[in-house]
């Protein structure tokens, strides 16, 4: 009988029609064409039209003709400044601003700069003066007018949609001999102009069931741009909550500078600066750059209405105001559990530097104290479950606990829900702020191995001969039945690999495949033992590595390597490596260099001491005093058969 037949296409049907957690399906971008729930403006100094010319040089003043086009009414006038580039009001100005049924606040330096416009003017503004402007329809038209009006033009702009423009005065003689308007003209040379933009988009999940709202912004920057710092402010409604998250895509090179007015999750391109509390840089995350898996990230971080959604180009400055009338759009049915406190430096502190850290079982807090010192008078760190306290030392904030107690939540997908309470003594008052956050869950396997079946207290030593317990788990919230311990194995140096399970069976003498826990909130474990065996005479390595594959049944592949170090508990490890021959090599040699030294210590004592004669020693009785001396005066030594006398 053939192998049992499995129907393919059910299969492929079924996990073809699974979408991921991550992906953007049901969920279309359309522009908002209700009330926006943002206000976005960037600052860019290229126009829609716009050209220059020396033609004014001959006249008797420069002359600058702004006109404005609008998409929709503006909501504030329009702020309009006029400074000379070196800082002196010596030559006479025209301005001509075309900007009809708009208001417009117009200010410069200098007294002798006209104005001509058919703008509602502020009573702020310098010198104003209304005459009729030409009824025209082309900027050639406006252009011939300005030309036999004033008799040279010295620059030209359209401006879309612009919130405030900054015109610098000037003329320069190698500019062109004619004003001839150029599409998307670069007129950074004398002017910048904040425009608002109007191309917002946005859309949610078609199962969307919570207000969790998300902001994208993404900059489109040339090749050739020069821009690599951004500017960023953000201000929200005074009774906002903090249910809503601000990516941020750049290219990675870009650097951000946030200034937050409200608190909101937040995932950021290249790195970024929060100012004024933290001037030093913060590293960013990577970010997809396509529509499409933005939003994709969007609802990987659960949050499945994007608000907004606005594609700009690159600029030194954006100011984004959200709106307070974006999130009733959708029902609130489960509770927000990011933020539950109004804005206040605690929140912007910790949301900046996202101190926790999860695995498939725990979450880690670790705070640095210095950083908490733009707070202050912080006395104790706890989370939703009071109990649960931070340890603190002089420099730390330190938290571990497993996943499922202090309070921690695991509604999210691939997230888990908790707050931080930081109790801050002030004035002997006791006051408590409460910051909710949410920690990823990393999608990956994790390994453990464990010296007992008990499978607590997780270590990196492998002990021979001795058995040893390994845990690999995973949380997939979408389908943990799917999982599946593909195979494990322990690979040694100069050893052959062992195959210690594959296909979720044990392999090899020494292994069993035990049964794990039930699984809980996507989350699945494996568990088998073995015994890492080498024979006496082998030759023991310093270090293994076991290594592991999870995978689905799309052949979806998780691996995961774990570097253990190997101990022999007969030897102890820091003989390992030394046999008999070695011991005994090392002893002789020792017994030499110690004979040796001793015989040259000898050697050198012996030819260095100091050498005295030895003196006769007499047989027979010495001489008186008297005899003695005389013969050692006045005679000589005479044997006995010889004689000696005084001459």
Not at 159 to 188: K, M, T, W, Y
Request: glycine share 6%; hydrophobic share 40%; with cysteine.
């Amino acid at each position: 009988m053939g192998p049992r037949s499995v129907p393919l296409l059910p299969l492929l049907l079924a996990l073809l029609g699974r979408p991921g957690p991550g992906r953007a399906e049901g969920c279309d971008l359309q522009p908002v064409t209700a009330e926006p729930p943002i206000t976005l403006s960037y600052a860019t100094s290229t126009v829609p039209w716009g050209c220059v010319s020396n033609s004014s040089l001959n006249t008797s003043h420069e002359v600058h003709v702004l006109s404005v086009r609008w998409s929709k009414a503006s909501p504030v006038p329009l702020m309009v400044t006029a400074t000379p580039r070196d800082d002196t009001c010596n030559r006479s100005a025209v301005l001509v601003l075309l900007c009809a049924r708009c208001s417009a606040n117009i200010t410069s330096p200098c007294l002798n700069l006209d104005i001509h416009t058919d703008a509602h003017l502020s009573p702020e503004t310098i010198r104003a003066r209304n005459p009729e402007l030409p009824m025209v329809s082309s900027k050639e038209q406006l252009l011939a007018w300005a030309l036999a009006t004033y008799g040279g033009i010295t620059s030209y702009s359209e401006l879309q949609d612009p919130r405030r423009v900054q015109l610098h005065l000037g003329e320069d003689a190698r500019s062109p001999p004619e004003c001839i308007p150029q599409e998307h003209f670069n007129a950074v040379l004398h002017l910048e102009t904040e425009v608002f933009f109007h191309g917002v988009k946005s859309c949610s999940r078609s199962d969307a069931q919570s207000s969790r709202a998300a902001h994208i912004v993404h900059l489109q920057s040339e090749p050739s741009s020069p821009i690599k710092e951004v500017n960023l402010s953000l201000s929200c409604p005074e009774k906002s909550v903090g249910n809503q998250m601000l990516i941020l895509q750049s290219k990675a090179n870009f650097t951000w500078s946030l200034s937050l007015k409200c608190p909101t999750q937040l995932l950021v391109s290249g790195s970024y600066r929060m100012v004024p509390l933290f001037p030093a840089l913060l590293r960013g995350d990577l970010l997809p750059d396509t529509e499409q898996d933005l939003i994709a990230k969007a609802f990987e971080k659960n949050y499945s209405v994007i608000a907004s959604y606005s594609s700009i180009p690159a600029s030194t400055h954006i100011s984004l105001e959200i709106q307070g009338h974006e999130m009733a759009k959708t029902p609130v049915t489960t509770t927000p559990l990011v933020i539950t406190q109004p804005p206040d430096l605690p929140h912007q502190v910790l949301l900046t530097l996202k101190p926790w850290k999860c695995t498939d079982e725990t979450m880690e807090i670790v705070i640095i104290r210095s950083y908490l010192e733009p707070i202050k008078d912080v006395v104790n760190i706890t989370l939703r479950d009071i109990s649960c306290q931070a340890e603190k030392n002089a420099t730390h904030f330190m938290l571990k606990s497993p996943l499922s107690h202090c309070g921690t939540s695991l509604e999210g997908r691939g997230y888990a829900n908790n707050e931080l309470i930081l109790s801050l003594a002030k004035d002997a008052v006791l006051r408590s702020v409460r910051v909710g956050f949410q920690c990823k869950i990393p999608r990956e396997l994790f390994l453990r191995l464990f010296p007992t079946a008990a499978f607590e207290a997780p270590q990196t030593e492998l002990e021979i001969n001795k058995e040893a317990f390994v845990q690999a788990s995973m949380r997939w919230m979408d389908h943990p039945a799917d999982l599946q311990l593909k195979e494990c194995w322990l690979v040694a140096s100069g050893k052959e690999p062992v195959l210690l399970v594959q296909g979720g069976e044990a392999r090899g003498a020494g292994v069993a495949v035990l049964e794990g826990p039930p699984s809980s909130h996507g989350r699945k474990v494996w568990r088998f033992r073995f015994t890492y065996t080498i024979p006496e005479d082998g030759h023991i390595p310093f270090s293994a590595m076991l290594k592991c594959k999870a995978g689905l049944q799309n052949d979806t592949i998780f691996e995961k390597v774990l570097e253990v170090t190997v101990k022999d508990a007969w030897r102890p490890l820091s003989y390992r490596g030394l046999g008999l021959a070695a011991v005994l090599g090392i002893t002789f040699g020792a017994f030499l260099i110690g004979a040796l030294l001793t015989a040259g210590l000898w050697y050198i004592y012996s030819h260095t001491r100091p050498i005295s004669k030895l003196q006769p020693v007499s047989s027979t009785a010495p001489a008186s005093e008297s005899s003695s001396t005389n013969h050692s005066i006045g005679s000589t030594q005479s044997t006995p058969c010889s004689t000696s006398s005084m001459a």
